[in-house]
C-alpha cells in the first residue's frame, strides 16, 4: 500500500509558477512510476504528465510540453511537479498517482491522493 499526499496548489495569475509535491509513505516508492492528473469542474480527468521510477524518462501531454517538469527525488519519496507559464485553462484539482507502469489512462494507476486545487487567474 501506498498513500500519497498532495501539496502546494493555490492561486496564481496568469504566467506565474506554482510547484506541487507528491509525498508518499507506506511502501518502497522508488518501485513505482507515479503520474500527475488534473480535473476541471464538469470535465473528465486528464493525464498531465509520468514519471518512471528512476527518474530518467518523463512523459508529458501535448498541453503542457515545455511548460511543466516533473521530477522525484526518491530518498525522500516525493514527487515534484514544476508548473510554469501557468495559464488559466490549467485550473483545475491535481492529482498524484502510483502504479506498477507507465499509461496515461487513470485506471492503470493503483493509488491516488486527495487532490490539490490549482487556480490560475487574474
Known amino acids: 500500500q501506498v498513500q500519497l499526499v498532495e501539496s502546494g496548489g493555490g492561486l496564481v495569475q496568469p504566467g506565474g509558477s506554482l510547484r506541487l509535491s507528491c509525498a508518499a509513505s507506506?511502501?518502497?516508492?522508488?518501485?513505482?512510476?507515479v503520474a500527475w492528473f488534473r480535473q476541471a469542474p464538469g470535465k473528465e480527468r486528464e493525464f498531465v504528465t509520468a514519471?518512471?521510477?528512476?527518474?530518467?524518462?518523463?512523459w508529458y501531454a501535448d498541453s503542457v510540453k515545455g511548460r511543466f517538469t516533473i521530477s522525484r527525488d526518491n530518498a525522500k519519496n516525493t514527487v515534484f511537479l514544476q508548473m510554469n507559464s501557468l495559464k488559466p485553462e490549467d485550473t483545475a484539482v491535481y492529482y498524484c498517482a502510483a502504479g506498477n507502469y507507465y499509461s496515461g489512462s487513470a485506471w492503470v494507476y493503483d493509488y491516488w491522493g486527495q487532490g490539490t486545487q490549482v487556480t490560475v487567474s487574474s
Open positions: 514519471i518512471n521510477r528512476s527518474g530518467g524518462s518523463t
Open positions: 507506506g511502501a518502497t516508492f522508488n518501485n513505482y512510476v
